[in-house]
């Protein structure tokens, strides 16, 4: 196989943030599109609240060093800039599928003639179930409601579809496929038969760069535990864009974190929700939960989305050669798009008895990529951690346990 991994990495102009990350020992971890690593900041960021909870008890919230009360808040910016986002268009909370419901609830105000949901059909399970369910709660039958597309006719659909679609939801990056859709133009194609344009950025969020504002998307939710490396759970996130946000009417399931901060003590009754996205909030934030992803972004800003995303096209570009190598020689097809502009770092390959595969190339050669019915593998190396020897290691063991052709 081609080009010495060592030499590359050496000549790469921006070395990896490896030695900041726990790497599980022996592994080459290709698993990022599932669970970031951990940063090694990460401990020490917890323990920071819990020196400060030791310290202050109930007054950290005013008086910790971050106090508690903006701790969420003061993740917005650095949040704020993998989504291409003004800070109050962004609100850091819960977790994907709830932010998702949240903001349906706001947004998804179907009627007869237009109460369509427009998916894509290897839409990721959970969002299927909350669009359905959702259809459901308005009293509409989901079967009808519901239109399930492929990702390649999703254009075509929403034009056929119309003015009877009220929400269209799309992944900013397949799950399954790593393929990267276009926002700017789908927000559009969405605009123009009246609809809202929502995504899902699970796969997008430090990943590659989105920009939402400008695109005009309605609204959009993520998760900070693949690529934002915010550990298991991690809170994600939501946006929610400016002429939503400034729009205090937007009828909403409120409660006490979403209301004018300089109210929330009062204990008034009646709910008057903050500007922006922080107005959907609901729940006291989860400081301990969030002290990870404050050490995480901070490697984020450190390092810039664009420098890491050029290093991310150099080292998928690679693994992608090394794979397009084995293709000629064993029986598997890349099924990410070839161009670097349509894909993030994770490349998608289909071949056969790839479950079996996956745990092969784990307990035999130390290689975690992972699995995903029906029969893909999906090996992301993210560029904050992976090397190209952990590229040329997954390549070389995929052909070790790959038949010949
Ligand atoms: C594309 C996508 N959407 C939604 C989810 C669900 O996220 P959560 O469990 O945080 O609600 C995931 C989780 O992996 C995902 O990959």
Redesign the pocket.
Known sequence: MSSDPQALEASDPLPSLRDEFHVPEGWAYLAGN?LGLQPKAARAAIEDELVEWARLGVEGWFEAREPWLEYAGSLRGPVARLVGAAEDEVAVMN????NLHLLLASFYRPTPARHRILIEDTA?P??SYAVQSQAAWHGFDPAEAVVRVPLDGVVEAIAREGDSLAVVLL?GLS?LTGEMLDVPALTEAVHAVGGVAAW?L??SIGNVPVSLHDAGADFAVW?SY?YANGGPGAP?GAFVHERHGRRLDVPRLAGWWGNDPAERFRMEPDFVPRPGAEGWGVSTPTVLALAPLRASLEQFDRVGLNALRARSLRLTAYLEELLYEIAQRRPLTVITPREPGRRGCQLSVACDDAKRLAGRLRDEHGVVCDFREPDVLRFAPTPLYNTYCDCRRAADALLAVLDPR
Do not use: E, N, Q, R
């Open positions: 599932s977790t994907l599928t709830v990721f959970s969002d992944p799950y899902d699970a796969h998760c693949k994600g």
